[in-house]
Structure formats: C-alpha cells, structure tokens
C-alpha cells in the first residue's frame, strides 16, 4: 500500500466498485477546482488499462458547456467510433441515428411514484454500447454542465438504474451549492440520494502533481532543473501560499517556461547558475500564484513603481508574510517590468541585460562595489568589510557622479544603520550628509526619474532599499525642492 497517497483508499473501493456485475448506483468524486480531481481520475485510468485487459472500457465526458443530453451520447460515441463518427459529420446529420423518442420515468424520492421524466433524444445507448456491464461512464464537471442538474443526473440515474452500467461523478459540490437556489438545490439533494452510492473527497497529492507537470516542460534543460535541483523550491513556494489549486503550478511552470526562454534567448550564461535560477523561480511562483488568485493585482506594480508606501501596505504585509524569502523592494526585476511580463508575457533583452548583470550573482571584477553592498546581506564579513570601505573612499573622492548611483548609495547607507551595521555616523548625520553632496553636484529629483515625480521606486533593476523610512521621504521632498 501506498502510505503516502492519500487517495489510496478511493482508488481500492474504485477497483471493487468496477468489478462488481451490476451495482446500480454511481460514485462521486468531490473536490474544490484544481484539487486535481480529473488528474486523479485520468491517472487512474491510465493505470487501470495497463494492468487489466480489454474487458473493461471506459468513456469520459466533461459536461463543462452541455447544454443538451444528446450532446453526451454524441461525445461517447465519437469516443467508441470516432472513424464512423467523423464520416457521419461530413453529411451534417445526427452523430448517431440509432436515437429515438423516449420518456424516462424517474422516482426520485423512493416511495414508487414517478416524480418527474426526461423527455429529449434519449439514445439507446446500450444499442452502441454493447455488454454494458463492462463499461465505466465517467462524468466531469458536473457544476459546469448548463442542463438543469436534477435532469443531467436523472439521465446518468437511467444508465446506472436501467441499463446496468457504471459512473463515476466529478463534481466540486462547494459550486453547486453556492450557485443554487432553494429548489435546485432540494431537487439535486433528492436525484442525488437516489443515485449516489458513496462520495469521496480527494486530496490534492502534491508531489505527484508536480512530477506530472514537469514533465509537460518542452525545454530540456529547464525540465532537468525542476527536476533534479527545484523540486523542492516549487513545492515549498506552493505550500507557503496555503493555495490547494494544483492548476496554479501547472500554469505557472508554464508560463515560467516563458520567462525562461526570454534570459535564454538574451544570454545563456545567466541560466548557468543555479542560485539565481531558484531564487528567481521563488519570487515568481510566489507572485504568480497570488495574481492568478486574485490576491494581487497590476495596481500592485503600479504602486510599487511610483512608491506609493500606503498603497503598498496590503500587498506588502500579503507577500512577505507569506513567503519569508521577499522583500517587495527586491523582486530581481522592477515593478515595471514584472508588470509588463505579468500583462503581456515577455520581458524585453534590454530589461534582462540591465537588470541580471546586477544581480550578486553575476558579480565580477566589473561589477560597482556599490552595487556589490546593495546584496550586502549575500556578503562574508570580511567581504563586506572591504566593500564597506571602497564605497565610502569612492564617496570621499566624489568618484559617484550619476544621481541614481547616489541616492541609491544613500538609501544602502540608512539600512545599513537601520540593521545595526553602520554606526560611524547617525541617521539625522547620513541625512545632511547626502543633502550637502547633493547640493554640490547641483542634482535635482527631474535629474533622478526617468518618468515622473513618483516614480523614484528604483533604478538599474536594484529598488531603493529604504524607500519606506521617513529618511527617503525626507530626501525625496529635498530633491523636489
């Protein structure tokens, strides 16, 4: 027995269920959208017709969008003959003639009087069937089906009841419900006594899906690393969200995918590390699984791009909460672009170039030690000792002459102390001590942004790190001076 798969005890009643002759009742399968219930049942078939033989046959049906019982019978019987079904299509009849007028006479309260009856093109549908007790009718989406829900279940009743086959419902009964009035739901409540012989809820195996979706990757190497070196990365992200929805890693791998090919079409080598790679994985899956739950919108970026700190709070206090790994002011790419990606799926060459050759990761020789303190906390002690020091020297010798360089040096400098690591000068003391090297290079809050007057959120892919203190406000409203 499979201790770990905690639908083992489903799929043991499933294969009794399917060996029984003529059981006369269905079994539901219940779970919220993307708890992986049509997963499940896929897996399970797939797995049922490797280890049986051709005795037993299965149909499948989404009911999402039928509008019509007909519909169902067309769907199985493309399904059984799908060459005779599309040769029947060219001449625009019926898919399957052998349909006749009928009326099904239901007792759905058990006190043998006929309750109600389903009068539509009803198909024999043991006529193309054959030796019905063989077959499992599977029946999906049962929330989404647009047939009134007391009539789709009436007419699966009539399969079960009267012509002695099997069906396995798929259904997320939180819908139903919610989406029902009194008597719709009296009436489901009443065909579903009579019909369902037992329910069970599944749970989302997520180690599983996720084995299933890798696999789903086109790209290589991405596929390798997902599988051998962020594993747990994607699951860990996902658990920290508190989200059951499988379809949200499934999506987002996908769209990851993108993402991927973008920085591989830019410049291979910064796929070639594997630290940056699972930190930007994490920050992704994290933003990605918060956007497609409604959680996080695009008014997110806008106001992180234009730093809105009041605005900011909800979605801020949301991420790092959550997802102990994000700093808001620190998501690799700027607001901006995460915005674009998010909106229009790609994140331009320039973008990548600029912002990725910044990264700690990528840091060499060539890379500014301003830039090298901005990841101080990536740095051993010794390292950030003589970091430490080549700024402040370089600041000495006004060797910074670019004012986004500056203000970003200042805001490192007001964390730095904020974090107990800088001590030599006091808060009040950095705050006049920037204003005066401001003031001599004549340098104004126009010189800083290249939008607007709110737009001071970050620069050169790194966002300025203090934006939220009193200190930035302070100087921000100094430049604008």
């Not at 969008?65 to 019926?94: Q, R, V």
């Not at 396995?168 to 009296?186: L, S, T």
């Not at 106001?303 to 900011?312: A, D, H, Q, T, Y």
């Not at 901006?336 to 990761?361: A, M, Y």
Request: charged share 30%; net charge negative; hydrophobic share 35%.
């Amino acid at each position: 027995m499979m201790e770990n798969d905690l639908n083992f005890y489903i799929k043991e009643y499933l294969n009794s269920y399917i060996e029984s002759d003529n059981p006369q009742f269905a079994v539901m399968l219940n779970g919220k959208w993307g708890s992986g219930k049509t997963w499940f049942i896929e897996k399970y078939i797939e797995e049922k017709k490797k280890e049986e033989n051709k005795t037993n046959k299965y149909l499948y049906v989404s009911l999402y969008g039928i509008s019509k019982i007909s519909e169902i019978s067309d769907i199985f019987f493309k399904e059984l003959h799908p060459l005779l079904a599309s040769k029947t299509a060219k001449f625009g009849g019926a898919i399957f003639r052998g349909l006749i007028k009928t009326s099904i006479q239901l007792d759905i309260s058990g006190d043998d009087k006929k309750d109600m009856s389903i009068n539509s093109e009803l198909p024999k549908i043991i006529e193309f069937l054959g030796d019905v007790k063989n077959y499992t009718l599977i029946f999906d989406d049962l929330e989404r089906c647009k047939i009134q829900l007391d009539v789709v279940l009436g007419y699966i009743n009539s399969l079960v009841e009267h012509q002695g086959c099997k069906a396995i419902i798929i259904a997320n009964e939180e819908e139903i419900k919610a989406g029902a009035d009194d008597k719709v739901q009296h009436a489901y409540k009443r065909i579903k006594e009579k019909l369902i012989g037992r329910s069970f809820t599944i749970e989302p195996i997520l180690e599983d899906a996720i084995n299933t979706f890798i696999l789903e990757i086109k790209k290589e190497k991405l596929k390798d690393f997902f599988q051998n070196q962020a594993r747990e990365v994607i699951t860990e992200v996902f658990r920290q969200s508190k989200y059951d929805n499988l379809r949200l890693i499934k999506q987002s791998l996908w769209e990851f995918e993108r993402l991927y090919g973008d920085i591989e079409t830019t410049d291979n080598l910064f796929l070639e590390n594997t630290s940056f790679l699972k930190k930007l994985l994490s920050i992704y899956l994290a933003l990605s699984f918060e956007i497609k739950q409604g959680s996080l919108s695009m008014v997110f970026f806008e106001n992180l791009e234009k730093v809105l700190i009041k605005e900011l709070e909800e979605g801020r206090t949301l991420l790092e909460k959550k997802y102990p790994f994000i700093s808001i002011y620190n998501l690799i790419f700027s607001a901006r672009v995460w915005n674009v990606f998010f909106t229009k799926g790609f994140i331009s060459k320039k973008d990548i170039s600029e912002t990725l050759e910044k990264q700690s990761e990528f840091s060499d020789s060539k890379t500014p030690a301003w830039v090298k303190l901005w990841h101080f906390y990536e740095l051993t002690d010794e390292e950030f000792s003589i970091i430490l020091e080549k700024v402040k020297n370089d600041l000495k010798n006004k060797t910074y002459t670019k004012p986004q360089v500056i203000l970003h040096i200042y805001c490192i400098f007001l964390r730095l102390h904020k974090g107990g690591l800088y001590s030599q000068s006091s808060e009040n003391e950095i705050v006049k001590e920037y204003k005066h090297y401001f003031s001599e290079v004549e340098i104004t809050l126009k010189e800083i942004s290249d939008y607007d007057e709110f737009s001071c959120d970050s620069w050169g892919g790194l966002g300025y790190c203090s934006r939220e203190t009193k200190e930035f406000s302070e100087m921000f409203n100094y430049l604008k001076e």
